[in-house]
């Protein structure tokens, strides 16, 4: 089976920096995705990982480390807009399922 | 333009009278599943297919049944539903490990259903 966790709650400044940690279990790993989604609506692609190492994309950053099961969405110069739940979810090599973590809610604070 | 189109937005209706969700894809995409998201509880997936005619039961599907007989589409049918099932629902699709890519899931806009 696959267990996602990850905090469920983050506060930040605005113009500074978080990173949110997320830890998997999955029997067979194929590719880490996180996604950020806005209260009431459909989750948004922020990054993809499925090799060791980071990932950046503008203000965005993903990293992923397999052998600990592990990966983090580091957000810098942070906006206001920012404020949303930030999900991470694992894609499963055996049977292709995706499934996510409960997310963790990003409040941003001016 | 690339998207998942799903219907109703809004739904309110009754225990024990059957509905349907809609969801298609133009994406020629393998992959399409249900999810829905509850409070404290994230997004749960229902059923997931890797392709026509193929399903299979993710994390919570008691109470619905799905059916893939075409690539595009991909309906939610809840045969007779119970407030329990009150919950924000969401369609996605994605190229699957079959076509040798590997995709990120793409969303509807979600389907609120509230059941009385």
């Known amino acids: 089976g696959q267990n996602i966790d990850q905090p469920t709650e983050m506060t930040a400044t605005e113009g500074a920096i978080v990173q949110i940690n997320c830890t998997y279990q999955t029997s067979g790993f194929n590719g880490l995705f996180w996604y950020q989604q806005h209260a009431g609506e459909a989750p948004t692609f922020l990054s993809y990982n499925v090799l060791d190492g980071l990932e950046e994309k503008g203000r965005f950053s993903s990293f992923l480390s397999r052998s600990k099961g592990y990966s983090y969405l580091l957000l810098k110069e942070l906006q206001m807009k920012d404020s949303a739940s930030y999900l991470c979810a694992v894609r499963d090599l055996r049977d292709d399922k995706i499934i996510f973590g409960k997310g963790t809610r990003l409040h941003i604070l001016p | 333009e690339a998207q998942v189109t799903q219907n109703p937005r809004y739904l309110i209706t009754v225990t024990g009278k059957k509905l349907t969700v809609t969801c298609s894809q133009n994406m020629n995409h393998e992959y399409m599943s249900w999810y829905r998201q509850d409070p404290g509880l994230g997004l749960r997936q229902i059923y997931y297919?890797?392709?026509?005619?193929?399903?299979d039961k993710g994390d919570v599907p008691e109470g619905y049944k799905v059916s893939r007989k075409e690539k595009r589409n991909f309906p939610l049918i809840l045969e007779s539903p119970s407030p329990n099932q009150t919950s924000l629902y969401f369609c996605a699709s994605s190229l699957s490990r079959q076509s040798g890519r590997n995709s990120p899931l793409h969303f509807g806009n979600g389907t609120r259903l509230t059941v009385t």
């Open positions: 297919s890797m392709n026509v005619e193929v399903t």
